[in-house]
């Protein structure tokens, strides 16, 4: 009977400690990142360093080339929310956990991790393989298809990033839910996702076309 009971109360304190978490998850704050006009809070790693812009209230992307914007804040566990608009065959991502000491020509998408924005229904793409599509963790873990807006308007996106836990929502829809835990056979070629990176920098992607981003809000979680 003791050990019943034992066993009855560390239940009750694990469900106790769950609740706890989970509402002051629910009680954190938003905050804005982007304030419509200027880049305050976000730095450049482009190799001209005139890749990104503000304009008409939108982060713009003009596309010349690789690299990206990183925020200077460095975050481990949050909630954030961004829309995005592409071009046809556009193609870009969210960075996650960028080390603040990454070095130069280190790619964000493997030192971090990335989820993929891209135009799913280009021709040009019909091709790739199920972990490069929209919403995926990049070369990592696929996301449900068939959830992106057309070329041209504004998709939505709620990733979810805590502790080993990646959720991401496209457009109202759940499209991954992964556990970075089980996903070890990635981890030599994606030191990102292994369990010692715990937090970094979040980025947005410059590939090969111009883009726009808004909207963009961070709730940091316990």
């Given at each position: 009977?003791?050990?019943?009971?034992?066993?009855?109360?560390?239940?009750?304190?694990?469900?106790?400690?769950?609740?706890?978490?989970?509402?002051?998850?629910?009680?954190?704050?938003?905050?804005?990142?982007?304030?419509?006009?200027?880049?305050?809070?976000w730095k450049e790693f482009d190799d001209n360093g005139k890749?990104?812009?503000?304009?008409?209230?939108?982060?713009?992307?003009?596309?010349?080339?690789?690299?990206?914007?990183?925020?200077v804040a460095e975050y481990a566990n949050f909630e954030l929310k961004v829309e995005y608009r592409l071009p046809k065959e556009?193609?870009?991502?969210?960075?996650?956990?960028?080390?603040?000491?990454?070095?130069?020509?280190?790619?964000?998408?493997?030192?971090?991790?990335?989820?993929?924005?891209l135009d799913d229904n280009a021709p040009v793409y019909a091709?790739?393989?199920?972990?490069?599509?929209?919403?995926?963790?990049?070369?990592?873990v696929a996301a449900k298809r068939d959830f992106t807006k057309p070329a041209g308007e504004w998709g939505k996106m709620d990733i979810l990033c805590d502790r080993r836990h990646i959720k991401v929502t496209l457009n109202d829809h759940e499209i991954v839910d992964a556990n970075l835990d089980e996903q070890t056979e990635h981890y030599d070629h994606h030191p990102g996702i292994r369990p010692d990176r715990k937090?970094?920098?979040?980025?947005?992607?410059?590939?090969?076309?111009?883009?726009?981003?808004?909207?963009?809000?961070?709730?940091?979680?316990?």
């Open positions: 009977m003791l050990c019943r009971s034992k066993f009855a109360m560390l239940l009750a304190v694990l469900a106790l400690t769950s609740w706890a978490r989970t509402a002051a998850a629910d009680d954190a704050e938003w905050k804005s990142l982007f304030d419509g006009k200027t880049l305050d809070g890749n990104w812009e503000v304009a008409d209230g939108l982060i713009h992307c003009k596309g010349q080339g690789g690299g990206g914007l990183e925020s556009g193609n870009s991502g969210v960075w996650l956990r960028i080390p603040m000491d990454l070095k130069p020509h280190t790619d964000p998408s493997y030192a971090g991790m990335e989820i993929q924005v091709h790739l393989r199920p972990v490069q599509y929209c919403g995926s963790i990049y070369d990592v937090s970094g920098r979040i980025g947005l992607q410059a590939h090969t076309g111009p883009l726009d981003f808004r909207n963009i809000s961070i709730r940091v979680l316990p």
